[in-house]
């Protein structure tokens, strides 16, 4: 897609829409290319199965909820 200054300007909500469809958008600026806009790398979203909480209270987990988020958490030291 290729976009004004002034549709980014009045007409933003039709870049953003571009963007969700992982469109890179072509910035022009008085007819010349200014710029890229490229679409950031989406996240896969997790299923409700895959998350960490999930099954959380069965009676095979014998860790306490404070001890799960703590191992979920860190701590603030572990990335020093």
Do not use: C
């Not at 009045?10 to 469809?21: E, P, Q, T």
């Amino acid at each position: 897609m290729k976009a004004t200054i002034v549709d980014l300007r009045y007409k933003m909500n039709d870049v953003l829409k571009a963007l969700d469809r992982n469109e890179r958008v072509t910035v022009l600026y008085r007819g010349r290319v200014k710029g890229t806009l490229i679409p950031s790398g989406k996240k896969p979203k997790l299923g409700i199965t895959d998350h960490p909480f999930f099954g959380m209270l069965s009676s095979s987990n014998e860790k306490s909820v404070q001890d799960v988020m703590d191992d979920l958490r860190g701590s603030r030291y572990n990335d020093i």
